[in-house]
């Protein structure tokens, strides 16, 4: 059975690299989120989330406004909120949510229909548009906030509504005759409904979402046929040629071999789909998700862990097709791919899920917010030159510098409920075993049968490799089963002081606990120069380095102009350094040449000149920091 992370509640997060970007959420963003979501920030754009429910309960006169799915927004506020007040009590917070969930609540129809889009503003088309119309995407935000809320404070008012919205899908949707034969455009009502079954115990959630997978490429595509129906009305202009790949229902999910379509959908999916194999031992589902991961993996996915390469409807494309300064790399995409790794870790005890999900969580999740949570990016490119960024090009999407809040939002308040449940990806606890995926400083209180165990973390990740770990209140034998990076070389392991050689099963030392004890984990981390394969064309003849689970860039604001004109020596020492700058980072210098330009002329005859230079490297979840410039991951080599 799969492993289950330990209670947000039962675990404190104090790390010296981590802390700061937690402490942000309760600090910063959720505030922040809730002025910009009761549109009193003149300085962005209106949000209008809360005045949407406001005049779906009667409280206001007015017309919807926003994206169709502008419900979300509160919903993952919401879930930001439950995830926070489970670790940290916050009375004024606690109260303003219980009142946002009051006004839920008031503006839930009889029935248990939820969503303000369409009882505000086209109530006769309820469930007319499962292709474009989001409402059950919006639904299992909703749910999903729901369960986060009981969880971190236990009151089930929100539980209660969202539970009344499950019976009425339920009771709307599946495979007997008078319901509705359909499935999601957008995928994520699966992933509430699994959320809402183990938060209330009620199986028939659980079983909606298999059906919601079951179903979903079967026959006759459903968004096809619905499509041709006279009451359908297109909501986006860019579906008009619709094609099923883009929604995941081009065929069966257990059939469906790569990854295709928008990314943040198929991750979404796919996170549900490894619930579902095995919730229901379903083994068939399970080889469909390590299949699909497979292929992200080894062929889709950027270097810094970012998925979904095309500006153009926010989708994969093709093997290798992996562009640098046009790529989309949707911070969600990269959250959904965390939430995918995870659960495959969970289920598969296997730590290449895990090394991954450490990927997406110290790369591309962490870009998406500015060091002071106050600016976020929504698109997360590998090479940006600001003056190309203009709108009308294949580049319009790309932004030199972090955004205030976006008119669609969704990745702000992602960020926000990731960063607040980071507790729940450091651990896996099954029967009597405890597998650490993540070495994040913390304190935790582990339940067993026989009894609880606490477990003291200190670890100095990202930037060396070691961590000290206490185990405490140990009564009878357990398993503590340590990940090993990907990265870690000259790993040992150390038990109240002794090295010992513990096995290591599928990139997990396994260590049998039967007294407290103290263990000390080290390894080396040095500096890669990595290579993509020689498919992805963009990357020939270039470079990526990479420290550990961090991958670098180079920031103009440290190495000047013109990026793409140096090469760097891979066979040089690097020097590594601690710097004060960025909040606190390991900074890299390496030597490199970089081209001269000697005449105005476009176009001229090649002759080799260059000047030697010492080139910075920082994260690059921390570039844009220091204000707009350019910025590059991959860097020409010297091949001379």
Known sequence: MKLMPVPLSKILIQDS?????????????????????????????????????????????????????????????????????????????????????????????PDGYLDTYFMIKAPDQKWKNLCEGHELYTAGHMMEAAAAYYEGTGKRRFLDCTRKLADLICDTFGREEGKIHGYPGHQEIELGLIRLSLATGEKKYMDQAKYFLDIRGAGENYFLLERQRPEYISLFPEFADYDPAYSQSHKPVREQETAEGHAVRAVYMYSAMADIADTYQDKEMLEACRRLWKNIVTKRMYVTGGIGSSGFLERFTTDYDLPNDCNYSETCASIGMAMFGLRMANITRESQYADIAELQLYN???????????????????????????????????????????????????????????????????????????????EAH?????????????????????????????????????RIPEYAENCRIYADGVEIHPDIQTGYAKIYLEKDMELNLLFDMRVRFLRANRNVSFNTGKTAVKRGPVVY??????????????????DYTVQEH?????????????????????????????????????CKAVPYAYWNNRGIGEMAVWMHTVMF
């Open 446 to 482: 582990i339940s067993f049968g026989s009894g609880d165990i606490t477990l003291i973390t200190e670890s100095e990740m990202p930037w060396n490799g070691k961590a000290r770990i206490r185990v405490l209140g140990v009564q009878s034998r357990i398993l503590l089963a340590l």
């Open 17 to 109: 690299f981590w802390s700061k970007h937690t402490e942000l959420v309760e600090k910063v963003m959720i505030p922040r989120q809730w002025t910009i979501m009761n549109d009193q920030d003149p300085c962005v754009e209106s949000s209008h989330c809360l005045e949407n429910f406001k005049i779906a309960a009667g409280r206001k006169k007015g017309e919807f406004y926003g994206a169709v799915f502008q419900d979300t927004d509160i919903a993952k506020w919401l879930e930001a909120v439950g995830y926070s007040l489970a670790v940290h009590k916050n009375e004024e917070l606690e109260q303003t949510a219980d009142e946002v969930i009051e006004l839920i609540a008031e503006a839930q129809q």
């Open 553 to 570: 860039c180079f920031e103009e604001a440290d190495n000047g102009k013109n990026l793409s004109s140096i090469y760097l020596f891979t």
């Open 578 to 614: 601690y710097a004060d700058k960025l909040g606190g980072i390991v900074e890299l210098e390496i030597p490199g040449k970089k081209m001269k330009n000697h005449t105005e002329h476009l176009y001229e005859e090649y002759t080799p000149d260059f000047e030697d230079i010492v």
């Open 364 to 442: 591309t999740i962490l870009a998406g917010a500015a060091l002071d949570g106050q600016s976020f990016f929504y698109v997360n490119p590998l090479e940006v030159c600001p003056q190309n960024c203009m709108p009308h090009t294949s580049r319009s999407h790309v932004k030199a510098v972090r955004q205030k809040w976006f008119g669609v939002a969704c990745c702000p308040p992602n960020v926000a409920r990731t960063l607040a449940s980071l507790g729940k990806y450091i651990y896996g606890i099954g029967e009597r075993e405890i597998y650490m995926h993540l070495y994040i400083s913390n």
